[in-house]
C-alpha cells in the first residue's frame, strides 16, 4: 500500500502568513493526488485535484504542486475561514490512502 | 442541488451486521463512481470502498474485504455497503462521497454526505 506522510503535522500561522504543507509519498504516483480541507464538525471538502488543479469555487490563494513522491500545499496569505485540517489523498492504484492531516491553527 | 444522504448506523454487537444507505440526488448518479469513506472520531479520513457506476468494478481497502460488500441500484439513486462480522475498530461515521471524473483519467471525491455512525460496542 502507498503511505503518504505530510508535514507538519501541526503548524501555528497568523492571518496574512504564507502556508506551505507538504506530502510525501512512499512510491510515485505522478499527479494522482489531491488534497482536502475539514473544519471541525464538517465533511471533507475537495480543493486541489490532480496535484495542482483547483477546483472551481476555490480561492485562489490555494494552489498545488508536486508530481511522483513529493507534492505541497500552498496558502499564499492565510485568511481566518482557512484554519483547518488539511489531507493528501493519492488515486493511484488501491487502496486510496489519506495523509495524516496537517492541522492549522491560529498564532 | 447535488445530495447525498446517509442512513442505516446504529449501535451493533462485535460480529454484528448492518446495510448503510446512501441516497443521492440533484445529479445523475448512474455516470458516477461512488465511493464509502469512513472517519473514527479524532482521526482522519479512511477510504472504505469503491463502485463504478455501471457496477462493473469495485474496490475495497484490505481490512474490510471479505467483511463488506459495496453495491448499488442506479434506478433508485442508491449506493449500498453491507458491513458484515463488525469489530470495534469499524466504529465510525461512514460518508458516502461522489467521485467525479477528470481530465488525469482519475476519480475525485468531490461530493461528500454528512454521514452516518456506526458504533460496534458490547
Known amino acids: 500500500d502507498i503511505q503518504l506522510t505530510q508535514s507538519p503535522s501541526f503548524l501555528s500561522a497568523s492571518v496574512g502568513d504564507r502556508v506551505t504543507i507538504t506530502c510525501r509519498a512512499s512510491?510515485?504516483?505522478?499527479?494522482?493526488l489531491a488534497w482536502y480541507q475539514q473544519k471541525p464538525g464538517k465533511v471533507p471538502n475537495l480543493l486541489i485535484y490532480a496535484a495542482s488543479t483547483l477546483r472551481s469555487g476555490v480561492p485562489s490563494r490555494f494552489s498545488g504542486s508536486g508530481s511522483g513522491t513529493e507534492f505541497t500545499l500552498t496558502i499564499s496569505s492565510l485568511q481566518p475561514e482557512d484554519f483547518a485540517t488539511y489531507y493528501c489523498l493519492h488515486l493511484n492504484s488501491y487502496p486510496l490512502t489519506f495523509g495524516g492531516g496537517t492541522k492549522v491553527e491560529i498564532k | 442541488e447535488v445530495q447525498l444522504v446517509e442512513s442505516g448506523g446504529g449501535l451493533v454487537q462485535p460480529g454484528g451486521s448492518l446495510t448503510l444507505s446512501c441516497a443521492a440526488s440533484?445529479?445523475?448518479?448512474?455516470?458516477?463512481?461512488m465511493t464509502w469513506v469512513r472517519q473514527a472520531p479524532g482521526k482522519g479520513p479512511e477510504w472504505v470502498a469503491c463502485?463504478?457506476?455501471?457496477?462493473?468494478?469495485?474496490a475495497y481497502v484490505d481490512s474490510v474485504k471479505g467483511r463488506f460488500t459495496i453495491s448499488r441500484d442506479n434506478a433508485r439513486n442508491s449506493l449500498y455497503l453491507q458491513i458484515n462480522s463488525l469489530r470495534a475498530e469499524d466504529s465510525a461515521v461512514y460518508h458516502c462521497?461522489?467521485?467525479?471524473?477528470?481530465?488525469?483519467?482519475?476519480?475525485?471525491?468531490?461530493?461528500w454526505g454528512k454521514g452516518t455512525t456506526v458504533t460496534v460496542s458490547s
Open positions: 462521497a461522489r467521485a467525479g471524473a477528470a481530465a488525469d483519467g482519475r476519480y475525485y471525491m468531490d461530493v
Open positions: 512510491q510515485v504516483i505522478s499527479t494522482y
Open positions: 440533484g445529479f445523475t448518479f448512474s455516470n458516477y463512481w
Open positions: 463502485i463504478k457506476g455501471d457496477e462493473r468494478e469495485s
